[in-house]
């Protein structure tokens, strides 16, 4: 068995896996008391891990240009690393608690995309101005798009009253990503202080500048952050970015099997899997 036909089957493998765990995982979600719009957001996270992942197989498996899966894949390492820090088992921050601060940010990053379509009422208002006064029944008969107004009265709710003072001392301090509500590590702001929390700094120093090189079209300029040369060679290299997403989607379905397990749920099986990406980083590295 050649690298292409060995990466296939374990990404064949891993795909079926982190279904089942997904599926496992979802039958918990939905059992237990959180609202509709924290169940839509855990399913949108997870099912965005399997799209990317299978836009990597595709580029792949077609051969389309290095800059396009080095944009797919940073994506997905940032999907990734929020995955793992999600159902990281944390005895200082539940999980119940970072599902609210994920779902919240969600929230208002599609109440933000939507409000863009109509930013301002003929009267001049803004559109939280509007929503505010629709919030509090003062709407001076201004018509908002459905979607729109129901994502605010969830971001206003008072499941969030919490989330929301958390969110502006955040604000305050000029940090505002789900992953720092309550975290604790503010002094490593952005991406990289929540890969240090999920122990996975190295992956970020090693990968994440040079995709987002490509993500930013800084390689315009010549001033962006290079790794080593070694490291250059393995990133423009089809093979090793399939092997590492490989070995990502494993240690996802890993960290959700744990979960599941501490929750009282099915595990599945990770044995075959393991064996295969051995031998793939043997044949590759």
């Known amino acids: 068995?050649?690298?292409?036909?060995?990466?296939?089957?374990?990404?064949?493998?891993?795909?079926?896996?982190?279904?089942?765990?997904?599926?496992?995982?979802?039958?918990?979600?939905?059992?237990?008391?959180?609202?509709?719009?924290?169940?839509?957001?855990?399913?949108i996270l997870d099912r965005s891990l399997c799209d990317l992942y299978e836009s990597i197989n595709y580029h792949f498996n077609n051969g389309l240009n290095q800059?396009?899966?080095?944009?797919?894949?940073?994506?997905?390492?940032?999907?990734?690393?929020?995955?793992?820090?999600?159902?990281?088992?944390?005895?200082?921050?539940?999980?119940?608690?970072?599902?609210?601060?994920?779902?919240?940010?969600?929230?208002?990053?599609?109440?933000?995309?939507?409000?863009?379509?109509?930013?301002?009422?003929?009267?001049?208002?803004?559109?939280?101005?509007?929503?505010?006064?629709?919030?509090n029944n003062n709407d001076l008969g201004i018509d908002v798009n459905p979607d729109l107004e129901k994502l605010n009265e969830f971001i206003n709710s008072e499941t969030f009253n919490e989330i929301r003072e958390e969110?502006?001392?955040?604000?305050?301090?000029?940090?505002?990503?789900?992953?720092?509500?309550?975290?604790?590590f503010e002094d490593d702001r952005g991406l990289r202080g929540v890969c240090?929390?999920?122990?996975?700094?190295d992956l970020y120093l090693l990968l994440y500048s040079y995709l987002s090189s490509d993500a930013h079209?800084?390689?315009l300029f010549s001033g962006y952050e290079k790794p080593e040369d070694i490291m250059l060679d393995i990133l423009v290299d089809h093979?090793?970015?399939?092997?590492?997403?490989?070995?990502?989607?494993?240690?996802v379905i890993e960290s959700m099997n744990k979960f599941n397990d501490n929750v009282g749920y099915k595990t599945i099986s990770i044995d075959e899997?393991?064996?295969?990406?051995?031998?793939?980083?043997e044949m590759i590295l």
């Open 1 to 43: 068995m050649n690298n292409e036909q060995m990466l296939n089957s374990i990404y064949k493998k891993n795909t079926d896996l982190l279904k089942s765990v997904i599926d496992e995982n979802i039958k918990y979600i939905y059992t237990e008391d959180y609202t509709d719009e924290q169940k839509k957001s855990a399913f």
């Open 196 to 201: 240090k929390y999920v122990d996975k700094e």
């Open 239 to 251: 093979n090793f970015i399939y092997f590492f997403a490989n070995q990502m989607v494993a240690e």
């Open 67 to 135: 800059t396009s899966m080095n944009v797919v894949f940073r994506s997905f390492f940032e999907t990734y690393i929020n995955i793992l820090y999600l159902y990281k088992l944390d005895s200082k921050l539940s999980f119940s608690k970072k599902l609210r601060s994920y779902s919240y940010c969600e929230a208002l990053s599609r109440k933000k995309i939507l409000s863009i379509g109509d930013p301002n009422s003929p009267s001049g208002q803004t559109m939280d101005e509007i929503l505010s006064r629709k919030h």
């Open 217 to 219: 079209g800084m390689k």
């Open 167 to 184: 969110g502006q001392r955040l604000r305050n301090k000029r940090i505002y990503s789900w992953y720092n509500f309550f975290s604790g």
């Open 273 to 281: 899997i393991t064996e295969d990406l051995m031998k793939a980083r």
